[in-house]
């Protein structure tokens, strides 16, 4: 188990501020001289990238689907984001009836050889996958789960993955939605930029994190924070006694740094410090009895710098957790997200932002990490 922290997606803001005459560090004024976010830009092989992409559940067939019946579908975008290995999700509004989809990708020269059949049942719920959803980690996630599409309805999800093979550049796909009398829906078009690792390197150093400041209240690091949930269960105790008790969740980040390399990866260590109930010295006492344990987390894997939205992706692919002097060791074959959003970057200091929309209210977090 791991704390519920706060991270992840959402509306941030960035700005690229330069220091003064007198301060030798100053921002790159080419964050991109090896033209790593260019290779983006590259017009993808549809059949060596269709040959590239595994879903779990479909079938591939040749030739190409033919729309026959008037099935309406919501697919509200024309383009999204990919990411080597981990690849991306599709969401739509699942008409009535859905039995499956079709996709197939094309370029400017037309349709790939194969097409994907995907039967309703490898389907999911909207996730959030390379847009995956997190639970571990210091970038996880709050309050619920948050999928760059679910604000607009989108109830149905088909989790793509990219093998290796698969690299940064451009290309697009159609999508036909079918039900059970065989009727195919007319397509949908999206195009797909699949990201390069890397593309900043006024982001390549040693960060430390330095505090949080949680709705306009500051956290600094190696201080406690208690939610303010009401968090409320039955205490059965030993006596026969059952009693209500309100539980404190709390816990405190004693040290995070976070490393981004030039080569497009990642690696940070975070320890901390959380505040949890001893339920059978609570039932004994008949009252909620707290102690501490010290929890750790490592994780390492790829970061990408999207210059156009101004976007900063780390994908996961390998972590260590211990909590409760036990250790997990994890490998994510395809990726995990732990963080999508936007930064605000000076020579000095990173500040990544994070909104969110809890019970009709906007409630705002930063991170603070200087550079070491």
């Avoid at 039932?283 to 894997?301: D, I, M, P, Q, R």
Wanted: overall charge negative; proline content about 2%.
């Amino acid at each position: 188990m791991r704390k519920v922290n706060v991270f992840l997606t959402s509306c941030l803001a960035i700005a690229a501020l330069s220091c003064s005459k007198d301060d030798a560090k100053e921002l790159a004024s080419d964050p991109d001289p090896d033209g790593v976010n260019a290779q983006e830009e590259v017009l993808l092989d549809v059949n060596a990238v269709s040959n590239g992409v595994t879903i779990d559940g479909a079938t591939k067939k040749q030739g190409s689907p033919v729309p026959n019946g008037d099935i309406e579908f919501s697919l509200d975008y024309k383009k999204q984001t990919a990411f080597q290995k981990n690849g991306f999700n599709i969401e739509f509004k699942a008409p009535e009836g859905f039995a499956g989809a079709y996709v197939q990708l094309k370029d400017e020269n037309g349709m790939a050889d194969t097409y994907f059949d995907i039967p309703a049942s490898a389907t999911t719920g909207v996730s959030n996958k390379a847009p995956k959803t997190i639970e571990r980690g210091f970038f996880a996630n709050k309050n619920a789960a948050k999928g760059s599409l679910a604000s607009k309805g989108e109830d149905t999800s088909i989790d793509v993955n990219f093998e290796a093979a698969v690299s940064a550049g451009t290309f697009c796909y159609i999508i036909c939605v079918y039900d059970g009398q065989g009727f195919v829906s007319q397509p949908s078009e999206v195009c797909v930029t699949v990201e390069s690792w890397g593309g900043n390197v006024n982001l390549v150093a040693d960060w430390e994190f330095t505090k949080e400041v949680d709705n306009g209240e500051t956290i600094n690091v190696g201080e406690e924070y208690c939610d303010d949930y009401d968090y409320t269960r039955n205490l059965d105790c030993n006596s026969g006694v059952t009693k209500e008790v309100t539980v404190d969740y709390c816990y405190t980040t004693d040290g995070l740094e976070i490393t981004f390399k030039s080569d497009g990866s990642y690696s940070y260590v975070s320890d901390d410090t959380d505040k949890d109930v001893d339920w059978d010295a609570s039932e004994a006492s008949c009252e909620l009895v707290y102690v501490e344990e010290n929890s750790s987390y490592s994780s390492k894997g790829n970061w990408a710098y999207d210059e156009e939205q101004s976007r900063l992706t780390l994908v996961e692919f390998e972590y260590t957790d211990t909590y409760d002097g036990q250790t997990e060791n994890g490998v994510e074959e395809d990726g995990y997200l732990i963080f999508d959003g936007k930064i605000t970057l000076t020579a000095d200091n990173l500040v990544i932002t994070e909104t969110d929309t809890y019970e009709g209210e906007e409630e705002v977090y930063q991170y603070h990490f200087n550079k070491k």
